[in-house]
């Protein structure tokens, strides 16, 4: 078992920890603001934009799983440096690319050593801290981070571009990532399982490519629609895939991903939870870049600006969420985070065409409070229902119902509104006799119908009022039904926690010694059998004892 590390000493390893974190979670959406940036610069098409983005969360998600299985056999301090040192190195190089083809292939690349920092950070944290009610905390600065970070990006990517090119985005990285690496070299204690089991390269295998696969076909599907069949087949392909991972687990003595964890229903709620909070965030951030960018027209920086309370207040209620579990049980925090985020969502999905951003702060302020409720509960259940050796699967499982929930957020959410805005867009803007090739551009986007309608030569200023006015109020329309769908899975996830998630339960990674000894690993049922076996046992040898004296004393 790992040295239990100084109280200074493992708070200080967890600031290294979240800094880690907060690296490769701003990665994902700090781009976001510097599209029209390399559009410019390196003349990238839509296509090579979509990959530029996506191909980090691709090579990303569809490597945690093996990431974390190999950070467990070899070394979880190990695979945080390796990672941070090859999330640095490509980095630099990212921002070195003169062509729009060397940064997809650096992203990526990027990708690749984030897979190995993320479960890392959490499985390090579990195994740093023993005390449950400690570990809980820094569960909860964890959850914070991971959840804030990602709003942040497009402020910090804001501020940069306000002075800076777009390569700033990937040079602030390597500063960070030096501090990280000789901080993590100090502070960081060694820690792999304690049972190095074989090796399971076909299941690896069949993971990486089955979430690789799937996750392209879903983020394909806001662009190229649901019904492509290049989506579905993708979708159909990954999906299989999958399943055959899990029935090539279930059949091998060695899994890289033990299928009867999901049996406990406190890993299975937990992660259902992550996966479903998670759908909410993303696509609801995916919706509101546009909102306020196009339809109350604020430049990135300021929408940026206006979306950071929903971080500040992350930062403040997830920390102290383990507080709240203290005195409430999980049960009843998760589900109850969860029902506000349902409410947010649902405040978010009345927002106004015009002067809409008191009722927007007022949503993501309410979401916010509900994911912060969420997230560190939900994360310590996944983590306390796995042994200590599993600490770095446990973590990538986790990291992976974040990504895979981040990314059907958009695509489904982003399909919803595209569902609602195409076809209003092209009956209004043919009713008022808009040219084909402006409502061809409007139907893209809503974007694509402010520019055209500023920007096409020989559109009457009536005409090109119409044109903008359409598109926001189709866009508008959209998302109102979209953001209610998102209510709805919301209110699904509370009720899947509130039916079966445990209000309290044992923590498989505590040690307990003595006659009580692997109670800890059971349910509370088994326990109880146990105790009463235990117990029945005991007064059976006290009555063999003292009958055993009787006899003596009498043949004396």
Same mark, same amino acid.
């Given at each position: 078992m790992d040295e239990i590390e100084p109280f200074a000493r493992r708070w200080s390893a967890l600031w290294v920890v979240t800094g880690s974190l907060m690296v490769i979670t701003l990665d994902t959406t700090i781009l976001n603001v510097a599209i029209p940036s390399l559009v410019k610069s390196l003349g990238s098409t839509t296509s090579q934009l979509q990959w530029i983005l996506d191909g980090y969360t691709l090579v990303f998600a569809g490597l945690l799983l093996t990431c974390g299985a190999l950070g467990d056999r070899f070394g979880r301090k190990g695979a945080l440096q390796i990672g941070l040192a090859l999330f640095g190195l490509a980095s630099m190089a990212s921002a070195l690319a003169t062509t729009s083809n060397q940064l997809i292939a650096t992203r990526a690349l990027m990708g690749v050593g984030a897979a190995l920092i993320m479960p890392a950070t959490l499985s390090l944290l579990t195994n740093m801290f023993h005390d449950p009610k400690e570990r809980a905390r820094a569960i909860g600065v964890w959850a914070a981070c991971a959840g804030a970070s990602g709003a942040i990006g497009p402020v910090l990517g804001g501020l940069l571009l306000r002075w800076f090119s777009w390569h700033s985005v990937f040079f602030v990285n390597v500063p960070l990532i030096i501090v990280l690496l000789v901080a993590g070299r100090v502070l960081l204690p060694t820690s792999r399982a304690e049972k190095a089991e074989r090796l399971d390269p076909f299941g690896a295998l069949l993971s990486i490519v089955g979430l690789v696969v799937l996750l392209w076909g879903i983020i394909e599907s806001p662009s190229a629609g649901l019904g492509a069949p290049k989506v579905y087949l993708a979708i159909i392909i990954g999906a299989a895939l999958l399943v055959s991972f899990v029935v090539w687990e279930l059949r091998i003595d060695h899994p890289m991903l033990d299928m009867r964890?999901?049996?406990?229903?406190?890993?299975?709620?937990?992660?259902?939870?992550?996966?479903?909070?998670?759908? /909410?965030?993303?696509?609801?951030? +995916? %919706?509101?870049?546009?909102? @306020?960018?196009? $339809?109350? *027209?604020?430049?990135? #920086?300021? =929408?940026?600006?206006?979306?950071?309370?929903?971080?500040?207040?992350?930062?403040?209620? /997830?920390?102290?969420?383990?507080? +709240? %579990?203290?005195?409430?049980? @999980?049960?009843? $925090?998760? *589900?109850?985070?969860? #029902?506000? =985020?349902?409410?947010?969502?649902?405040?978010?999905?009345?927002?106004?065409?015009?002067?809409?951003?008191?009722?927007?702060?007022?949503?993501?302020?309410?979401?916010?409070?509900?994911?912060?409720c969420v997230m560190a509960p939900a994360t310590e259940s996944i983590m306390g229902?796995?042994?200590?050796?599993?600490?770095?699967?446990?973590?990538?499982m986790n990291d992976t119902t974040r990504q895979m929930g981040g990314a059907l957020g958009v695509a489904v959410i982003g399909s919803i509104l595209a569902a609602v805005y195409r076809p209003g867009v092209e009956s209004q803007m043919g009713a008022a006799g808009v040219p084909t090739d402006v409502i061809a551009a409007a139907r893209e986007s809503v974007a694509g119908a402010v520019l055209r309608a500023a920007n096409t030569p020989g559109l009457s200023p009536e005409l090109a009022d119409q044109v903008r006015s359409i598109g926001i109020e189709e866009y508008v329309s959209g998302l109102h039904v979209a953001m209610k769908i998102g209510t709805v899975v919301l209110l699904l996830a509370a009720f899947v926690v509130f039916r079966w998630l445990p209000a309290r339960a044992e923590d498989v990674r505590d040690e307990v010694h003595g006659p009580l000894d692997g109670l800890a690993s059971l349910t509370w049922a088994e326990a109880e059998g146990a105790l009463e076996l235990d117990t029945m046992e005991l007064e059976r040898e006290r009555a063999e004892t003292t009958s055993g004296r009787r006899t003596d004393g009498a043949t004396t």
């Open positions: 964890f999901f049996r406990n229903r406190r890993f299975s709620a937990a992660n259902i939870a992550i996966t479903l909070v998670y759908f /909410a965030m993303f696509g609801q951030m +995916f %919706v509101m870049n546009q909102y @306020t960018q196009v $339809v109350l *027209g604020y430049s990135p #920086l300021e =929408a940026g600006l206006r979306m950071a309370p929903m971080s500040m207040v992350m930062l403040v209620v /997830a920390p102290n969420a383990p507080r +709240f %579990v203290d005195r409430l049980g @999980t049960k009843i $925090v998760v *589900g109850t985070g969860l #029902l506000l =985020a349902a409410g947010g969502v649902f405040i978010v999905s009345m927002v106004p065409v015009s002067n809409g951003y008191p009722v927007l702060l007022a949503g993501i302020c309410t979401l916010a409070v509900g994911m912060g229902s796995l042994p200590r050796d599993k600490a770095g699967v446990g973590s990538a």
